[in-house]
């Protein structure tokens, strides 16, 4: 299972990024999807998380300006960003939580990063 996370960049404080992350590979399904950030000398926090019916959480700071959304179909998970702020500067990752398989007691549920985008946000 690989996580491939795309649309990060360069924009101006106040403007727009949409990240996409698409999860491939063997697997079952996928529960939990989200996007972390980690800034230079930060540990790795929480930006949003949603469910596989589409329930959401989001770090308080981050509510009103960014939004995920995920499509099932496409295995893809997304982060809209606007009114971005130059504090917004970081590595976002996404993370996945995907059924690989099946035991007898259950589904097993693995966790997986993706490779980081940067996004810059200059003042």
């Known amino acids: 299972v690989q996580l491939q996370a795309s649309g990060g960049g360069l924009v101006q404080a106040g403007g727009s990024l949409r990240l996409s992350c698409v999860v491939s590979?063997?697997?079952?399904?996928?529960?939990?999807m989200g996007w972390y950030r980690q800034a230079p000398g930060k540990l790795r926090e929480l930006v949003a998380t949603?469910?596989?019916?589409?329930?959401?959480n989001y770090a308080h700071s981050m509510k009103d300006r960014f939004t995920i959304s995920r499509d099932n179909a496409k295995n893809a998970v997304y982060l809209q960003m606007n009114s971005l702020k130059p504090e917004d500067t970081a590595v976002y990752y996404c993370?996945?939580?995907?059924?690989?398989?099946?035991?007898?007691?259950?589904?097993?549920?693995?966790?997986?990063w993706g490779q980081g985008t940067q996004v810059t946000v200059s003042s």
């Open positions: 993370n996945a939580d995907v059924v690989n398989d099946y035991d007898p007691s259950g589904p097993n549920v693995y966790n997986y």
């Open positions: 590979g063997g697997f079952f399904s996928i529960n939990d």
């Open positions: 949603i469910s596989s019916a589409g329930s959401t």
